[in-house]
């Protein structure tokens, strides 16, 4: 009987330890984004993603994302042209990059110009599925944001930062790019297209 309760224990165990996992959103990659996160000061927060596809004609459609900035959902049926924006771009719009695989870097209108430098460069290094553009209501912070597609399910992830940390930002970047919902190939995502 004291077996059988053991192994009792060892199979709640087992599966109070998936379920954390499943909840923090699972993937392979998000271990090392929120140890990044955590050591840079950052916030990181997943959360069940929206199904791909759900398209308006209208960029101003009123739609309540599940996220600030956000990381799924209802969207443009256009996606935006891909590059780093010093004016901001429609957020309707940016979503359909994220459903396309695209990492998208958000920055309020309270950021240094010295960090959005630092940023256009980080974009610059890499810049294929990427996207920027500041974003009011984020005031001095920087976000970056995905929507991800994986054997875990569909999740919108938001890292919310006080300043550039680039070793946060490409555990990120590299964690989730390229794996949004729709499955398009990272390298269609060019700048300018």
Same mark, same amino acid.
């Given at each position: 009987m004291l077996y059988g309760l053991a192994g009792t224990g060892v199979v709640v165990l087992a599966a109070v330890i998936v379920f954390i996992a499943v909840a923090a959103g699972g993937g392979s990659g998000d271990k090392? *984004? *929120?140890?990044a996160m955590k050591k840079a000061g950052c916030t990181y927060k997943v959360v069940k993603g929206d199904s791909a596809g759900h398209h308006v004609t209208s960029l101003n459609a009123k739609i309540k994302y599940n996220t600030f900035p956000p990381s799924s959902g209802t969207h443009y049926y /256009?996606?935006? *042209? =891909?590059? $780093?924006?010093?004016? @901001?771009?429609? @957020?309707? /719009?940016? *979503?359909h990059n994220e459903e396309h695989g695209g990492v998208i870097i958000w920055w309020g209108p309270d950021v240094p110009e010295s960090t959005i430098e630092q940023l256009r460069? $980080?974009?610059?290094?890499?810049?294929?599925?990427? $996207? +920027? !553009?500041?974003?009011? +209501? #984020?005031?001095?912070?920087?976000? #970056?944001?995905? =929507? !991800?597609?994986?054997?875990d399910g569909i999740h919108g992830r938001v890292a919310t930062c006080t300043r550039f940390d680039e070793k946060a $930002?490409?555990?990120f970047r590299d964690a989730f790019r390229g794996k949004g919902p729709e499955g398009v190939p990272m390298e269609a995502n060019q700048p300018g297209t």
């Open positions: 090392n *984004v *929120v140890d /256009q996606p935006a *042209v =891909w590059d $780093f924006y010093t004016d @901001p771009v429609n @957020p309707i /719009q940016v *979503v460069n $980080f974009y610059n290094e890499d810049p294929v599925s990427m $996207f +920027g !553009t500041p974003i009011a +209501g #984020l005031g001095k912070k920087i976000a #970056l944001t995905a =929507w !991800t597609s994986d054997s $930002f490409t555990a």
